[in-house]
């Protein structure tokens, strides 16, 4: 039974956990105009590695990526998946740190970080004790309870905009594509990478068709768009570039006056939290997948434990907001490694595979 659908709603929901806070920062950061330009290129770049990546598992299935490097050899595999595990690791520590910030800059002050992260992992680790197919329901319920309420907000956040700010359309360094190697647009292709590594870890008793998710991945051009547009069209670039979460800024001077929260903040605030928590949990899961594998003596639940303990010790010396920006700029080099040489080495392998079985007897 065809399984894409959840597949699908899991995709999204990853990859949108991580577009509306980070994200706007950075590809306001990278230009003064155009930004339209960086959002495309970084989404041009997301589709092609997905293709060449959903290519390659089927081309392999029913094997995994991890199945697929050892069949080439087991140095092959460590060697691969190693810089991948680190990667991953990397991630759940800077989503951790960051999303805890968050909550107390809009409606924690006064809670201490280290129970906000605490609560962050235990809820994490608790659904990844419980298997893909139990994250991939959960999914599906998170999306029918708050992808509504996601629409409602996203519509209600253009209510203070200015289209004259939409102008002008492009400048110098956006037509000659300077913005590319600035720190700012580099940093933001974390929201393009991490939410579809997980689809080559997939058990073969959740089939689906890549196909499907690359075409469903262009649904994500709006929201990409948006979370950049909607604070540029309501404060102006100059003022939206000094904020650290333009987007929420921008939510945030929505006045309704019939909705249960005082503040629309809040509504958007409990989506996005949940669409995080899930993105944390498929990301230990996929992390541990690759540790068992290197260390068998490891089952669960105490890979997952150490695993758990290693990230919250980690997060509980990063001391500011400095240091999460500087972790996001050294995770550079893994996430380029995950972006394209994992999608390109599984697509190769996975030809490799095919031509070999095409010769066979």
């Known amino acids: 039974m065809d399984k894409s659908r959840q597949v699908i709603v899991m995709f ?43 290519k390659g598992l089927s081309q392999c299935a029913p094997l995994n990526v991890i199945d697929l490097f050892q069949g080439v050899g087991r140095v ?14 990397m991630i759940m520590i800077i989503t951790i740190r960051a999303y805890a910030e968050i909550v107390t800059v809009i409606f ?21 004790l419980l298997g893909i197919e139990s994250i991939f329901r959960t999914g599906m319920l998170v999306a029918l309870l708050f992808f509504p309420f996601l629409i409602l907000v996203v519509v209600l956040s253009f209510q203070n905009t200015d289209w004259h700010y939409m102008l002008p359309l492009m400048d110098r360094d956006a037509a000659t ?11 933001s292709l974390f929201a393009f990478v991490g939410g579809f590594l997980f689809l080559g870890f997939i058990p073969p008793h959740i089939p689906f068709q890549g196909r499907k998710i690359v075409l469903a991945s262009l649904g994500l051009i709006p929201f990409f768009l948006v979370s950049v547009y909607v604070p540029l069209l309501t404060f102006g670039e100059n003022t939206a570039s000094k904020f650290p979460f333009p987007f929420i800024m921008a939510v ?15 509504f ?26 290197g260390i ?9 434990l150490l695993l758990a303990a290693v990230v919250y010790s980690v997060c509980l010396l990063v001391p500011n907001w400095s240091a999460v920006e500087r972790l996001m700029w050294w995770n550079t080099l893994p996430r380029y490694y995950a972006a394209f040489i994992i999608p390109l080495a599984v697509f190769a392998l996975g030809a490799r595979r095919r031509r070999m079985e095409a010769v066979r007897p």
């Not at 999204?12 to 590809?27: D, K, Q, S």
């Not at 924690?108 to 990844?128: D, E, K, Q, R």
């Open 177 to 187: 594509f300077a913005y590319t190697l600035r720190r700012p647009f580099l940093k």
């Open 296 to 304: 068998p003596v490891l089952k669960d639940p105490t890979a997952c």
């Open 252 to 266: 945030d001077t929505v006045d309704v006056s019939w909705l249960m929260f005082d503040r629309v903040t809040m």
């Open 12 to 54: 999204w929901i990853t990859h949108i956990g991580l577009i509306f806070f980070l994200y706007p920062t950075e590809i306001i950061g990278s230009l003064t105009a155009g930004h339209w330009c960086a959002v495309l290129l970084g989404f041009l770049i997301h589709i092609s590695m997905l293709a060449v990546y959903t």
């Open 268 to 293: 958007f605030m409990i989506s996005m939290l949940c669409f995080v928590i899930l993105f944390l949990s498929l990301g230990m899961w996929v992390t541990l997948l690759m540790i068992k594998r």
């Open 108 to 128: 924690l002050g006064n809670t201490p970080l280290w129970t906000i992260m605490l609560l962050f992992l235990a809820v994490s680790t608790f659904i990844c």
């Open 76 to 89: 092959f595999a460590f060697a691969m998946l190693l810089p991948l595990a680190i990667y991953f690791i």
